[in-house]
């Protein structure tokens, strides 16, 4: 599944279409998809490289890490260096997004990080506009014109929100998909991070949603936001759904595995064996807390003591003022016992059994009151 | 004949976590400190103070006042042992008094953006001043006490406060510095402020909590103190450290569980 999305990203669009448009959504709960970012973007960062990708070029909008961090990344992933230079461009929105650097002295006696020269500075994320034809005069700048295409990456549209509306955002990524020039474009939000609404509003930008969540999901006693136990035990692994859009409007889900070791992020086939996890986390301890097949069917064997079941036996109620063993018989009355005594038959087969008499007529019969709730003890 | 200098004391269990050792610059940038009201996290900030201006290194720190004076850090530290008005003389310390902190344009109306950008500017220019003589290239920490401050100045405006704390973020790689802040955890509690705190997990690559025990309070043993390392901001979490501490007048012990009986 995440081949295939690398593959639609490699291989771009079609003439007449919209740009393939990919949202990587993610949550606290399972913070991979940096990971997953990171992984499509040396991908296709390695196509445009060696020449068999649609795009000729990629922009990345840097908002939240640091562009050396991904000139690092790309290096690391075994992108030549001198081709990072030539086809990749990052727009520096990590900076000095609110360009208050501009506005303040600079910092004296100290050493600056030297820039690089497909590093390009934006200090006014809140201008949408302006960042959208930042985005394609970078990327027109080293393409050039004509109907060569470039991709753009945007690592994480979550900031994006925080300085304008979802409105203006989700207008940035249409205009981006819709443009003639832009072979692909991807990005990562944070879902916990705002309403669900932002993320079905994306979706419908998308022509792939793909949502990493945990392994397991949380249960009401992990919904504390800090179990961290519970989160070292996802770190590792998670859960890769893809929602894919077809042209003729068909909607597909499917699903994968991925975890992460050193190098990066990897995908599998989902196993089975995860199904199984909940079962293998019960502690293990001296005494069995689980039951054997046969248990299971004797407990749904087991006739519980309410009148709707209708057995056949007779309806009981007890009368204190007989004892247990009376032999006459009342016509309201049955059997005045309080209890059955299981019989020996009834022992030696193991079989067990459970009989309720109601004390009167008055109580409601299969009622959960509790006869005792009116003392004041 | 000069006295030798006192030994190297071995690192506590909070720095061993924390990866600090013996000196030397710490391995990640952006620490959060939680506490709420039960269990106060200030005695952390106080050893984040203590350890940074020690002899046995060459750090300097940048000391973001908002809730108490000067001269109550410098009241405790010297109980701990360290001269806060000597450090601040020696251009190891530089305290930025932000007591009362109001975000006011010159009309007297709010300017909240204005206001975070000059305290950004009185950053930089705390770091440029540490930098700028006798300076032997030691680790700069820059401390927040602490962040419901910022969000009362910033009238409660979540987004300036996360814009401000990107600026220092970005501080934190570009001058080879590392901010820990002090956040009170229990007045994010509810649904509509967990996302602040949410916002901050992604920010930040180590988080301190320090909360009370589980069985209550006891006289030896003060609380408990979670040690959460991640591999990058907002990442996987690489390593979790727990044990307990107890907060003293010359300091804070930290011991395992059942260690100290």
């Known amino acids: ?377 | 004949m000069n006295p030798s200098p006192p030994p190297p004391r071995d690192p506590d269990l909070l720095e061993e976590a924390l990866g600090l050792g013996r000196g030397g610059s710490p391995p990640w940038r952006l620490a959060f400190v939680e506490d709420c009201v039960e269990t106060s996290g200030a005695f952390v900030l106080h050893h984040f103070l203590k350890r940074a201006l020690s002899t046995e290194g060459d750090g300097t720190v940048v000391f973001l006042g908002l809730a108490q004076p000067f001269s109550h850090y410098d009241r405790v530290l010297r109980k701990m042992g360290c001269n806060l008005s000597v450090q601040r003389n020696k251009n190891k310390l530089h305290f930025i008094d932000l007591l009362n902190l109001e975000f006011l344009d010159e009309k007297g109306e709010n300017d909240i953006e204005i206001g975070f950008m000059d305290l950004y500017n009185r950053i930089l220019r705390s770091i440029e001043a540490i930098r700028s003589k006798d300076y032997n290239g030691g680790w700069t920490t820059i401390i927040i006490d602490d962040l419901s401050h910022l969000e009362i100045a910033a009238h409660g405006s979540a987004k300036h406060v996360l814009d401000f704390l990107q600026y220092c973020r970005s501080l934190t790689s570009e001058m080879d510095c590392s901010l820990v802040i002090l956040n009170h955890e229990d007045i994010h509690s509810s649904d509509e402020a967990l996302q602040m705190l949410s916002h901050l997990d992604y920010i930040s690559d180590i988080l301190i909590k320090a909360e009370t025990l589980s069985t209550g309070i006891a006289a030896d043993v003060h609380g408990q103190m979670t040690v959460i390392i991640k591999d990058a901001p907002g990442g996987l979490i690489k390593k979790l450290h727990s044990f307990q501490f107890k907060v003293k007048e010359n300091g804070v012990e930290f011991f395992y569980p059942g260690s100290r009986f």
Not at chain 1, 10 to 17: A, H, I, S
Not at chain 1, 62 to 85: E, M, Q, T
Not at chain 1, 342 to 371: K, V
């Open chain 1, 1 to 377: 599944m995440a081949e295939s999305i690398s593959r639609s990203l490699r291989d771009g669009c079609l003439e007449g279409e919209h740009a393939p448009a990919l949202t990587i959504e993610d949550s606290l709960a399972c913070p991979l998809g940096s990971h997953v970012f990171d992984h499509f973007l040396a991908n296709l960062a390695s196509q445009i490289a060696d020449g068999t990708s649609q795009a000729r070029g990629l922009v990345l909008v840097a908002l939240n890490r640091s562009p050396s961090f991904y000139i690092d990344l790309l290096r690391r992933k075994g992108v030549d260096a001198s081709l990072v230079d030539k086809w990749v461009r990052i727009l520096d929105c990590y900076s000095d997004p609110l360009d208050w650097k501009d506005r303040i002295p600079p910092l004296m006696n100290v050493q600056k990080p030297s820039t690089r020269e497909n590093v390009s500075f934006f200090r006014d994320v809140r201008d949408i506009n302006k960042l959208l034809s930042s985005v394609l005069d970078l990327g027109k700048g080293f393409v050039g014109q004509g109907k060569t295409r470039f991709a753009v990456a945007v690592d994480l549209v979550s900031n994006l929100l925080r300085h304008t509306s979802l409105p203006s955002v989700a207008g940035l990524l249409n205009n981006l998909r819709s443009n003639d020039q832009i072979s692909c474009i991807f990005w990562l939000i944070h879902s916990d991070l705002h309403e669900p609404r932002v993320s079905t509003a994306l979706a419908y930008v998308s022509t792939v949603v793909a949502s990493v969540q945990p392994i397991m999901q949380l249960t009401d006693e992990h919904r504390s936001r800090r179990d961290f136990l519970w989160l070292e035990k996802n770190s590792c692994k998670a859960k890769f759904y893809v929602r894919l859009k077809r042209r003729n409007g068909r909607v597909k889900l499917l699903a994968e595995e991925l975890h992460m070791d050193q190098v990066g992020v990897k995908f599998a086939a989902v196993t089975s064996e995860n199904s199984f996890v909940n079962k293998s986390l019960l502690p293990k301890v001296q005494f069995n807390l689980q039951l054997s097949d046969q248990e299971r069917v004797d407990r749904a064997k087991v006739v519980l003591p309410y009148e709707h079941q209708g057995n056949g036996e007779a309806i009981q109620i007890y009368d204190g003022r007989r004892s247990l063993s009376d032999d006459q018989k009342d016509p309201h009355l049955v059997q005045p016992s309080t209890f059955s005594v299981m019989t020996d038959a009834q022992a030696t087969s193991g079989n067990g059994e459970i009989h309720y008499i109601r004390d009167s007529d008055d109580e409601q019969p299969d009622s959960d009151e509790d006869p005792d709730d009116d003392l004041n003890i």
